[in-house]
């Protein structure tokens, strides 16, 4: 029999509000038993229905609710879902390059499935999840047609739910590198090998806000596939991109072939190193730009982050000229905007430096968030003016 799952006294309120996860701890019985990945029932401690969700014993998230009537978890349910989530893209006027299903957000919980023109990636991190890639696939080739199919689920994450890190292809043909648009640059993606699913989607229209920014000289640190380093190289006179990754400049130097930039350089090295070097040769830029991967993936790690990101802006903001533009980012979710905003303001002050705000933005509109899940909200972008 399907499992049965009763919380405890007053546990129902987040998840009632529209949260999806259920941890184990806030559990007061299990009846009845079934297959691990099953879809298990809610209820409330006095045994209100609340809803249905794929069950891991593995995992502290027990249940990851996603249907909250009387819906099976079946081909018909995954259809639908899947096609309202691009039909809400589409109707932003995304075509060719966009995140189509982003978990949570679009009540399909660690689902995520990103599309590269002909090519769609998907993420699978829940054992749920996992093991309904089939029945997925299918909906996906049914509704799209793609020329192939994925999967980057080698994620550390996953080992939370006792899956082991993954990368295959799961239907068709997936050539090494995908050619998109982005605001009219066109992108070489590396599907196979790049960050994530291959690309940093989140910060499209950010990194087309950016350019009016990017007169002069810039430098682009943590600069990854050149997502910032091309948008920057439509107006700058010269562009640096900085990366550890000797792949990841790879990938910079042919997506500026590939748009006939001749003002790009690459600078391999620690970013860290690297700031701490031009501060001391008094080199100087125009705009500095930071996107780091995130610095804290769970809370323990907050007060290190706090001190990595605040080390790396004030390193970054003594070396902008005066009257220039600092953009800095983080993409994790515990280092939240308040918390982000007062690194910034500790920086300023240990910098010497007179700061402004100038603009604030967040992750892009085909990574919508949940206002009752604030894992969902993760994304920071600030763009300060060096006085």
Known sequence: MPYEIYLKKNEEKRIIAGHSWVYANEVSRIENKDKNGSLATVFSYDGRYIGKGYI??????????????????????????????NDYRLKLGYTDCYRMVFAEADNLPALIIDRYGDVLVMQCLSLGIDQRKEIICKCLVKLFSPKGIYERS???????????????????????????????????????????????????????????????????????????????????DKVTACDISELALKNVNDNAKLNSFKNITTLCGDVFEVLRNFRKEKRLFDTVILDPPAFCKTADEVKDAYRGYKDINISAMKIVKSGGFLITCSCSHHMTTALFEKMLIDAARESGRTVRSVEIKTQAPDHPSLLCAEETQYLKFFVLQII
Not at 56 to 84: G, M, T
Not at 199 to 227: M, P, W
């Open 56 to 85: 891991n014993h593995a995992s502290k998230i027990l249940v990851r609710i996603f249907i909250r009537n009387n819906e099976n978890d079946d081909e018909a349910l995954y259809l639908d879902r899947i096609k309202a989530a």
């Open 154 to 236: 080698d994620v550390a994450v996953r080992k939370k739910e006792g899956l082991p890190e993954i990368k295959q292809v799961l239907y068709g043909e997936v050539p090494d590198y995908c050619e998109v648009s982005e605001n009219t640059i066109k992108m070489l993606v590396d599907v196979k090998n790049g960050q994530k699913t291959g690309y940093f989607l989140d910060q499209k229209e950010n990194r087309l806000a950016a350019r009016k920014y990017c007169r002069g000289e810039v430098l682009d640190c943590f600069c990854n596939s050149g997502g910032f380093s091309l948008n920057a190289a439509t107006v700058a």
